[in-house]
């Protein structure tokens, strides 16, 4: 019955993208990838991405069997994939609409990014030393707070996210040929998994050290895909459209095919044979099935705003306070409830719960931080 009782927490989920969702039958939907949209959407794929790791923890990564649910210990990437895409088509969707996009590029997009990440590694840092009694140097604690060190290990995004930004800042504005600049930005990302790939994971298993570890890789093509999906939107909306009712089925059956291919090389092959002579052969098979997994999964959710507008008042506001979730959640799932004896169904309860209510407290803060350094 526990068991069965989990798989609720998927359901909901697709409930509340379902809740108050609008289908265009014929033609293109009028916010089709808008800002709203996607805004929305990292709303929906931060839940997952809470999902994700809470299901890690209950079934040992995998290894125990808790029903369907189960899968959500494999994908993650998947979803780190969406972020990715939405970051690079973002970029590239306001330089090419907005002219004056890079004259304030630095203070607006990296302050929105970093602020928030430095004040939630605050709370953490001070979390650790006055709740759970850390001993830490001063240094330390500072490289903490500001992302040298990761007190935090889902800010490995963050760090890598604003190395792309601070990059095509540089290449777009020191290059006028854009799809020049786009190029090496693209060679840059690609440069940046080859780097992490080699590079391994991080010896004593704190996830504390830049670039250590496969999620540090794995879904980065995306960021990629995304950059040239904005260059070539109507284009690759218009072959989309005109075969959307073939495309679509296919796409979707891919999809669910891609995902068993994807869990079956993570279980045959895998990253964590670094010491094998074949280690890296491994490591390279997995990594090439799951870009593939990412690139389908993606293009099955473009497919599917093509037709599906979602929105509602949860989505709306879990838009408002994602990034902050997606930084605070694993203090609680590694931290707050991870020694606590409790039913797998009130873990997920309860890291939702809190962790949504910590990002409503923070969130608006860190916005407020966000807003005055930018004008200031």
């Not at 002219?99 to 929105?112: E, V």
């Not at 020191?174 to 080699?198: P, Q």
């Amino acid at each position: 019955m526990s068991i069965v009782s989990l798989q609720l927490y998927p359901l909901l989920l697709l409930v509340l993208i379902l809740w108050g969702a609008k289908v265009s039958r014929k033609e293109i939907a009028a916010e089709f990838w808008s800002v709203d949209q996607t805004k929305m959407m990292q709303g929906v794929l931060c839940i997952c991405v809470v999902l994700h790791h809470v299901t890690q923890e209950i079934s040992s990564y995998g290894s125990r069997n808790v029903g369907p649910i189960t899968w959500f210990s494999d994908i993650g990437f998947l979803f780190t994939g969406i972020f990715f895409f939405i970051s690079g088509y973002g970029l590239v969707t306001n330089l090419l609409h907005r002219p004056d996009y890079l004259k304030h590029f630095i203070p607006k997009r990296l302050g929105a990014v970093l602020i928030p990440f430095w004040f939630v590694n605050l709370l953490l840092v001070m979390a650790g030393i006055f709740i759970f009694g850390d001993h830490k140097t001063t240094l330390r604690g500072v490289m903490e707070v500001f992302g040298l060190r990761l007190v935090n290990s889902n800010g490995w995004y963050i760090v890598e996210i604003v190395l792309f930004y601070l990059m095509f800042y540089l290449l777009c504005y020191c290059i006028k040929n854009k799809d020049v600049a786009l190029v090496l930005l693209s060679v840059f990302a690609l440069a940046i998994i080859r780097y992490a790939f080699f590079t391994g994971h991080d010896p004593t298993g704190q996830n504390a050290t830049w670039f250590r570890g496969e999620w540090w890789y794995n879904a980065t093509i995306m960021f990629v895909v995304g950059l040239w999906y904005a260059r070539f939107r109507e284009k690759a909306n218009g072959v989309l459209e005109r075969g959307y009712k073939v495309i679509l089925p296919v796409v979707a059956i891919l999809t669910v095919a891609s995902m068993y291919a994807s869990r079956y090389v993570l279980g045959r092959y895998g990253y964590y044979h670094e010491q094998l002579a074949f280690g890296h052969r491994d490591a390279l098979i997995t990594l090439l099935v799951q870009c593939v997994s990412c690139v389908i999964f993606t293009l099955l959710v473009v497919l599917l705003n093509m037709r599906i507008t979602i929105g509602n008042p949860i989505l709306r506001y879990l838009s408002k306070i994602s990034m902050t979730l997606f930084l605070v959640h694993g203090f609680f799932v590694h931290r707050v409830f991870a020694e606590v004896h409790m039913s797998d169904f009130l873990r997920y309860a309860a890291i939702l719960a809190t962790g949504i209510a910590c990002a409503s407290i923070v969130a608006p803060v860190t916005r407020f931080l966000s807003k005055q350094a930018i004008e200031y």
